[in-house]
Each structure stands twice: as C-alpha cells, then as structure tokens.
C-alpha cells in the first residue's frame, strides 16, 4: 500500500472521488501544510493557521497508479486559480500535492508540466508541489460526509 495527498478545494466532494476508485482501500479527510498543531475545522477555516483541506488516499500501485491518482486531480478541480475553488477562497482551498517521497516528487513535477502544455487550461497551473508535513485528520463528522448523506458530489 501507498499514500497520497491532495488539496483541492473542499475536502468532502474530493474525498468522494477518491474513494471511488478501484485500487483505493481508504480515504480521509484532513489538514495539512500549516503551523498550527491539531487545528480544528473552525481554526483552519480562519485561513490563518496554513493549512489546507486535503484528502489523504491509501492505495495499491498494483491496481491503481500514482499517475492514474494526478490523472483525476488534474480533471476535477481548476488547479489555475490561486486559493480559490468555485465559491470557496481561502489558503485553505489552495491546489496542493503533498508528495510523501521522492519519486511521487518526480512524477507530479513531470504531471503538472505536462498538463500546463498541453492546453487542458486557459491559464497557468499555480499547483504547488511540497513535502507532506503531518496530517490532521478532520472531525468524524466531516470523514465520507457526502457519503453519509447519500449525495455525490458537492460541486467539484
């Protein structure tokens, strides 16, 4: 098994996406890239404590590819908007791939290069790629929220 780290914009309709996926055993959803330990949703929705909604992703590289994984952040957010998805702003919201090791590094560089080419977005991808740092997981009521509520997507 392997994990991955994404921030794009709201946590839950992401999460939803996710965990979907064939090859994907667990998601959840959280905080990370801030400097406030142990943040809670109402700090982090603030915009002051740093951190980003992101989901974190466990899956299995037999099944499903790290690539596949950047495949469906790249298609399901604007990575071109600058702490901002839809009606949401805010740091919190930021596009953000947190790479927990070197070769993740390598592959979401060459990723996002290749999608800034190829002419998928009007305007330039402000993604920005950064070592995973320690991950908060959010508040149970927030973990598979939409799922919980028997919808499926939140706008995303």
Same mark, same amino acid.
């Given at each position: ?22 090859? /994907? ?9 801030? $400097?406030?330990? #142990? *943040? !809670? ?22 099944? /499903? ?9 790249? $298609?399901?957010? #604007? *990575? !071109? ?76």
């Amino acid at each position: 098994m392997e994990k991955a780290t994404f921030g794009a914009g709201c946590f839950w309709g992401v999460e939803e996406l996710f965990r979907k996926v064939d090859g /994907v055993t667990d998601t959840a959803v959280g905080y990370m890239g801030g $400097k406030t330990e #142990n *943040p !809670t949703y109402e700090e982090v929705c603030t915009d002051r404590t740093g951190h980003a909604e992101v989901v974190q992703v466990n899956y299995d590289p037999a099944v /499903v590819s790290y690539d596949d994984l950047l495949r469906l952040f790249w $298609k399901n957010h #604007n *990575p !071109t908007t600058l702490n901002r998805q839809g009606p949401d702003m805010g740091t919190q919201y930021r596009s953000a791939i947190f790479y927990h090791t070197d070769e993740q590094r390598q592959i979401a560089e060459k990723s996002k290069q290749e999608w800034d080419a190829s002419g998928a977005f009007q305007d330039p991808i402000v993604t920005e790629i950064v070592p995973a740092a320690t991950f908060y997981r959010a508040e149970e009521y927030h973990q598979r929220y939409l799922q919980k509520r028997g919808q499926s997507s939140c706008g995303i």
